[in-house]
């Protein structure tokens, strides 16, 4: 079946600093890949997506490279700042297949300290 | 309304008690999906509803759990005699339904089982 992997965290970073955030999945057939964020006290909300092969999905300085030959999807930003921290999450849905619920991963959470 | 509101935000109950908990997903939105989110954990997939197609419930992880939503618009989620690994945060999204995925998610219901 479907399963999404992020590195584990709490990710502490100082403010500017650059962030990478690992996301492997697996996966029958060709999915869509996204990154969801969570800011504290909030829901969840989408943050980027790419839903084919060597796109780039961006958003809030944030940027996120569908490498199917890797099966990744690592999160980056240049230069973090405090009001980036969160809980980032990874996920995929199956484009091929009826099933429309996304495959989540485990969520990892980042800490910017000024 | 503006946005997916779930209730109650916080539920306690007891052992073997049953609970409700209630989504009011976008107006106009067509898809709507329950996810449970265990400390520490993923989202993991609950059920799917989609217009007047027949729910997708693979993810109900027993016949204590069921789901039913009006239309579209009000989803229940019922939890027939709760058991302490029922804790957990319960999560409700939803989305236009078309192939545009971005999912809009509730505050959730944080079920706190004693």
């Known amino acids: 079946g479907n399963s999404v992997t992020q590195m584990e965290g709490p990710v502490t970073l100082s403010e500017e600093a650059f962030l990478t955030i690992n996301c492997t999945y697996t996966a029958t057939g060709y999915p869509s890949l996204f990154w969801y964020v969570q800011y504290p006290g909030e829901g969840l909300q989408l943050l980027l997506k790419?839903?084919?092969?060597?796109d780039k999905g961006s958003n809030k300085g944030f940027e996120a490279t569908y490498r199917k030959e890797t099966t990744s999807f690592h999160l980056e930003k240049g230069s973090v700042q405090v009001s980036d921290s969160a809980v980032y999450f990874c996920a995929l849905r199956q484009m091929d297949t009826g099933r429309r619920a996304l495959t989540f991963g485990s969520g990892t959470r980042l800490q910017v300290q000024p | 309304g503006a946005g997916v509101s779930q209730s109650p935000s916080n539920k306690v109950t007891e052992k073997g008690k049953d609970v409700e908990l209630r989504c009011d997903p976008i107006s106009g939105h067509t898809a709507l999906y329950w996810y449970r989110q265990r400390l520490g954990q993923g989202l993991e997939f609950l059920i799917y509803?989609?217009?007047?197609?027949?729910?997708?419930k693979s993810g109900l992880p027993s016949d204590r759990f069921s789901a039913e939503r009006t239309g579209e618009s009000v989803s229940t989620l019922t939890i027939q005699r709760t058991q302490q690994e029922d804790s957990a945060v319960y999560l409700c999204?939803?989305?236009?339904?078309?192939?545009?995925?971005?999912?809009?998610f509730g505050s959730g219901t944080q079920l706190s089982v004693l």
């Open positions: 790419a839903t084919k092969a060597d």
């Open positions: 509803f989609q217009g007047n197609s027949a729910p997708d």
């Open positions: 999204a939803s989305s236009s339904g078309t192939t545009n995925e971005k999912l809009f």
